[in-house]
């Protein structure tokens, strides 16, 4: 370890990571691992991964590992969304052509063994090409550069996390014909039973029919380092609601995507099943939801969005930057609520919003504020998101927008009382508008890059032209309320 090569050479670790990494070579040769889970985050913050042997990943600590640019360029089903095997890779860009490698360089604070599988380690990557560039698409670098940003005025982003699943038993022993697809057409998944009956809010008697899970669960995420605050019995069957103590924007970020895909190994080895599908297409299930608490620091770590005198509910610095949340809100819908399902939650008189307003504690506004004078944990909770939203996408969206309102000092408006009935602008109420204004949207080409956004709206495009065509050719409306079977086959499995 007296040299990083790749990683040294193109200057990709702080000198902190570079001690990390040295610490952790030692960590593993005197440790009992067979396996290291070579991790990255795809288009989806949904995590891809490679296992390598211990002797493989010395090297790996080095000069990175390769991987295939595959994962970005393949939608959730394995549908081919790029031509990849053209010149230019289906993008116009040469570095794209042939479906090349990439670079996978692991960041050595986000290592962990696996409690479920001790003999086997994990650590997440950032991507990048071989001549040290990053990738373009990688999630993960976007989020880094709004911090950057942020960084730039003296200011730092912290997020807490609150978000809603399900848990099912399964009780499918084996897979068979009708699960397994092809790429652009996904089977069946698993055949699930719910787990309790739903709809008894808070009841500790339903807690405790999920406590033989939860209890598993909660060890691992202590053993992981994840802050688990609570897990609650939610609404529907078998739904949960876990919250997280705030963390930084990277790290909570980071966090999210461990434990989505956390939870979902440590249930399946216990013969359940977890999903971060929005909806589930089952009788009786009710739409979850992924409520992101934000709050922006000073250098010092002192909350910047507390109020002082005749401030109201947030610091004239807190103003702004809801007032810039607000003021991107539809076009930035899409981040935090990327699925055709996920658009299911926006009803009125619900609890997800409908439209881009703001009030003190009231939950059937899109940003509900919390705190106020001398209340260190002020902030603003955005209730828009859903489950399988991209963490890094979802935050780093949140800060452009904020800083954007930072920069132009815009003014906040009176807080809205009457959260379904007041004023404001409407959110996009499907994927194909969601689409729309992403793709006229002036901040988000300048901060995430033309490249960028174009990608995104057509690998999301692809998505949506598969269930469209399910509709047309099964005689459904695509703008009912029902859930359909191609929503079940592609999301409830995926996420």
Not at 99 to 113: E, H, K, Q, W
Not at 376 to 386: D, F, L, Q, S, V
Not at 438 to 450: I, M, N, P, T, V
Request: charged fraction near 20%; proline fraction near 6%; charge should be negative.
């Amino acid at each position: 370890m007296e040299s990083f090569q790749f990683i040294k050479r193109h200057g990709l670790w702080s000198d902190e990571q570079a001690r990390q990494a040295v610490e952790l070579q030692h960590r593993i040769e005197a440790g009992d691992l067979n396996l290291i889970r070579v991790a990255w985050p795809d288009p989806h913050g949904a995590i891809r991964a490679k296992s390598v042997t211990v002797p493989a990943f010395k090297d790996v600590l080095e000069n990175g590992y390769n991987i295939n640019i595959a994962t970005s360029t393949l939608d959730g089903s394995g549908a081919r969304v790029f031509k990849s095997f053209t010149a230019g890779g289906g993008l116009g860009l040469d570095e794209f052509t042939g479906s090349p490698n990439l670079t996978a360089v692991p960041d050595p604070g986000t290592f962990r063994i696996l409690p479920w599988a001790p003999d086997i380690g994990w650590v997440l990557c950032d991507q990048y090409f071989h001549d040290g560039r990053p990738f373009h698409f990688a999630t993960r670098h976007l989020l880094k550069q709004q911090l950057q940003r942020l960084e730039g005025r003296g200011l730092g982003h912290v997020v807490g996390l609150e978000t809603e699943w399900y848990l099912s038993r399964i009780v499918q022993e084996h897979l068979g014909p009708e699960n397994i697809g092809v790429p652009g057409l996904l089977g069946k998944p698993v055949a699930t039973a719910p787990v309790e009956r739903g709809y008894s809010y808070h009841s500790e008697t339903n807690l405790d029919i999920m406590q033989p899970v939860l209890s598993e669960l909660t060890a691992a995420y202590q053993a992981l380092g994840l802050p688990l605050r609570s897990m609650e019995n939610e609404w529907g069957p078998g739904q949960v609601e876990c919250t997280f103590s705030a963390d930084d924007a990277l790290a909570a970020a980071d966090n999210y995507a461990l434990f989505r895909t956390a939870t979902r190994q440590v249930c399946h080895r216990l013969g359940y099943f977890a999903t971060f599908m929005c909806r589930p297409g089952i009788a009786g299930h009710y739409s979850s939801g992924w409520h992101l608490h934000q709050s922006v620091k000073d250098k010092m770590g002192v909350n910047q969005l507390i109020p002082g005198d005749g401030d109201g509910h947030l610091s004239p610095l807190g103003q702004n930057f809801l007032a810039g949340l607000l003021d991107h809100a539809v076009e930035g819908t899409i981040f935090g609520t990327p699925t055709i399902n996920g658009f299911r939650r926006f009803q009125p008189n619900s609890l997800a919003p409908d439209r881009a307003g703001w009030g003190y504690d009231h939950r059937g506004t899109m940003m509900r504020v919390l705190g106020g004078p001398e209340d260190p944990t002020t902030r603003i909770e955005n209730r828009a998101g859903e489950p399988a939203a991209n963490p890094y996408l979802f935050i780093a969206a949140q800060i452009a927008a904020g800083i954007d309102g930072l920069e132009r000092e815009l003014p906040l408006w009176a807080p809205d009382d009457d959260s379904y009935e007041a004023d404001r602008p409407l959110l996009p109420q499907n994927l194909g508008a969601a689409l729309t204004v992403l793709d006229r949207s002036q901040l988000y080409r300048e901060q995430f890059g033309d490249l960028f956004v174009d990608y995104y709206l057509a690998f999301k495009s692809v998505e949506l032209g598969r269930f469209e065509q399910h509709c047309e050719e099964n005689g459904i409306d695509p703008g009912s309320g029902d859930v359909t079977q191609w929503e079940q086959n592609e999301y409830y499995d995926f996420f």
